[in-house]
T-cell receptor, first 113, second 114 residues
Framework: DAGITQSPRHKVTETGTPVTLRCHQTENHRYMYWYRQDPGHGLRLIHYSYGVKDTDKGEVSDGYSVSRSKTEDFLLTLESATSSQTSVYFC????????????FGSGTRLTVV | SQKIEQNSEALNIQEGKTATLTCNYTNYSPAYLQWYRQDPGRGPVFLLLIRENEKEKRKERLKVTFDTTLKQSLFHITASQPADSATYLCALDAFTGGGNKLTFGTGTQLKVEL
């Protein structure tokens, strides 16, 4: 998607290993979000950022951490991957954070075996 | 508890007809309501946003209504085409402690048949 890229697109990892997913934007937007999408649950917010070094938890933050050292990059880390974290992860960006449509990345499909 | 409900059953309609999708919510006071389209294997794409003080919003063949009394939004696609086949997500933009964030429904799959 224009202005936002996620890497990797696919990853298979073993239980107990740390995993980092990257979201990179070229829009200079202030707000960045990490969601996970699972059948029957829809998109659920994991963490979000409202500026460099400013982050907060979403509804499903346990087992995840984030970092934002630059405006353009927002990293999601699974500290010790579990099978319940097998999911599709989407990053999103927003200029205003409120009253503004989000732009989503193409997603990362993560499988924890 | 807070809930956003969209019809989990797929909606099948004939080409040329109007598709109407429903989003109901409870225990939210959204300032805005948004609709997204999602195709298989892709991220959601923003379609329309409507504010709490607006009753209706239109964009080309799309129309959204927002009734804060009924706590419901309707999403209409007129003159539907097979290319409109996708999953449509409703999202509420509301203060949920710590700031405004988007909370999504689980989506309704639309299939437009020839």
């Amino acid at each position: 998607d224009a202005g936002i890229t996620q890497s990797p697109r696919h990853k298979v990892t073993e239980t107990g290993t740390p995993v980092t997913l990257r979201c990179h934007q070229t829009e200079n937007h202030r707000y960045m979000y990490w969601y996970r999408q699972d059948p029957g649950h829809g998109l659920r917010l994991i963490h979000y950022s409202y500026g460099v070094k400013d982050t907060d938890k979403g509804e499903v933050s346990d087992g995840y951490s984030v970092s934002r050292s630059k405006t353009e990059d927002f990293l999601l880390t699974l500290e010790s991957a579990t099978s319940s974290q097998t999911s599709v992860y989407f990053c999103a960006i927003s200029a205003l954070g409120q009253g503004d449509g989000y732009t989503f990345g193409s997603g990362t499909r993560l499988t924890v075996v | 508890s807070q809930k956003i409900e969209q019809n989990s059953e797929a909606l099948n309609i004939q080409e040329g007809k109007t598709a109407t999708l429903t989003c109901n919510y409870t225990n939210y006071s959204p300032a805005y309501l948004q609709w997204y389209r999602q195709d298989p294997g892709r991220g959601p794409v923003f379609l329309l946003l409507i504010r709490e003080n607006e009753k209706e919003k239109r964009k080309e063949r799309l129309k959204v209504t927002f009734d804060t009394t009924l706590k419901q939004s309707l999403f209409h696609i007129t003159a539907s085409q097979p290319a409109d086949s996708a999953t449509y997500l409703c999202a509420l933009d509301a203060f949920t402690g710590g700031g405004n964030k988007l909370t999504f429904g689980t989506g309704t799959q639309l299939k437009v048949e020839l």
